[in-house]
């Protein structure tokens, strides 16, 4: 069963950078796409970006494009969400998921991270 952590969440100031991480342990060779999403208090969830595991091809959603940046370590076992020029809108819980070749879904979730920007 994969299991997915994330890591590096806190609390930035307006206008600041964050870097969260998300390990994927038990069975990631069968992981074809990753994602991030993200859930505010009273909102729904938010898909902010994929990446195909195999080639690196990445997709942002609108509210975070050219301020967010997806990538992966070399193992391909870790992915990453570089956040810059952070608002307090970007406050929220965010989630790496991630979903196996030839699966319509996401099924594998990370427990979330909490964010915090304040201005």
């Known amino acids: 069963q994969v299991q997915l952590e994330e890591f590096g969440g806190g609390s930035v100031q307006a206008g600041g950078s964050l870097k969260l991480a998300c390990t994927a342990s038990m069975g990631n060779y069968r992981l074809c796409e990753k994602a991030w999403y993200r859930q505010a208090p009273g909102k729904e969830r938010e898909l902010l970006s994929t990446?195909?595991?195999?080639?690196?091809?990445?997709k942002y959603g609108n509210s975070v494009k050219g301020r967010f940046t997806i990538s992966q370590d070399y193992a391909k076992t870790v992915i990453y969400l570089e956040m810059s020029r952070l608002e307090s809108e970007d406050t929220a819980v965010y989630y790496c998921?991630?979903?196996?070749?030839?699966?319509?879904?996401?099924?594998?979730w990370g427990p979330g991270t909490q964010v915090t920007v304040s201005s």
């Open positions: 990446i195909i595991v195999s080639e690196g091809t990445k």
């Open positions: 998921a991630a979903k196996r070749c030839g699966e319509p879904s996401f099924g594998f």
